[in-house]
């Protein structure tokens, strides 16, 4: 039974959620994304700070194809088993839009499930978490990677943040009706995914308004709409956008951040406590 509340209390600061990608396909890592690799990059986000990690076996960039769940599962569930054999109390998130690859996630000793279709694509995740007591991140999206910057899923007449805290509260009112703890429930705002640049530029002005920020994981790390205002085109040398950004997001005070950079942002955040800037 994983408690979620209780994890993100005992640290009593925003949370630093590491990214191991293991298809090979990652939108910012490419083939350093493979699974080859995922072990000792896992264990670099531990080593450099992260608090926790999160796997991922399916690229869910704009415009990439759907993986099976067989190939999901060779490719995470190694990384997990081998991850709690170094670390068992490390705290470890799947991200996966299939039930099969969450029950099998759960089941080798993962304790949260990332779901970054918002329980759309198989909404039986949400029957594997309530089964297991495992921990639940709903992230915002609309259609699938193939098709969600297709204009009508980028479109919010009522505002991008009003329209994604609705979204997000049918999403978690599915998930407690299949017997998910409320408690155990974390929001992503879903940075990309749906969003062109402008309306995720609007997003993070107007993210109090998406859910309590105590109760929120975002991830903004590398993101296109950052290149967008710097120019930057290139994902993997977006590391100072993403570093102002999440230290904004920090001191903002939501609940947890998802980066590719652990070590640079664990610092950049030692820093700002130094100086009473953030917790």
């Avoid at 076996?57 to 054999?85: C, H, M, Q, W, Y």
């Avoid at 297991?132 to 505002?159: K, V, W």
């Avoid at 790390?221 to 230290?247: C, H, M, N, V, Y």
Wanted: hydrophobic share 40%; with cysteine; glycine share 8%.
């Amino acid at each position: 039974m994983f408690d979620f509340t209780g994890f993100l209390n005992s640290a009593g600061r925003t949370l630093i959620m590491g990214i191991v990608n293991t298809s090979g396909d990652s939108f910012s890592e490419e083939k350093y994304s493979s699974a080859d690799s995922a072990l000792a990059r896992g264990l670099a986000h531990l080593d450099g700070g992260a608090d926790l990690l999160d796997i991922g076996g399916e690229s869910t960039r704009p415009g990439a194809k759907e993986t099976s769940g067989d190939l999901e599962k060779f490719r995470v569930l190694p990384v997990i088993r081998n991850l709690k054999k170094v670390h068992p109390e490390v705290v470890l998130s799947v991200d996966t839009r299939h039930a099969d690859v969450a029950h099998a996630a759960l089941q080798s000793g993962a304790d949260i499930i990332n779901d970054v279709s918002m329980l759309r694509h198989s909404p039986q995740i949400a029957d594997e978490v309530a089964s297991f007591g495992a921990g639940l991140i709903i992230s915002h999206s609309r259609g699938i990677p193939e098709t969600m910057q297709n204009a009508e899923f980028c479109s919010y007449p009522d505002g991008v943040a009003e329209m994604v805290a609705a979204e997000l509260a049918e999403a978690r009112d599915k998930a407690v009706a299949a017997g998910v703890n409320e408690e155990n429930i974390l929001f992503d705002p879903g940075f990309g995914f749906a969003k062109t640049a402008d309306q995720c530029w609007e997003l993070l002005e107007n993210l109090e308004k998406v859910a309590p920020l105590s109760r929120m994981l975002v991830g903004v790390s590398r993101k296109s709409f950052l290149g967008s205002l710097t120019g930057e085109k290139d994902p993997s040398r977006r590391s100072g956008e993403t570093i102002a950004a999440e230290l904004i997001l920090a001191r903002r005070g939501v609940a947890m951040l998802r980066t590719h950079n652990s070590r640079e942002l664990h610092h950049a955040m030692m820093v700002m406590r130094k100086t009473g800037e953030i917790c």
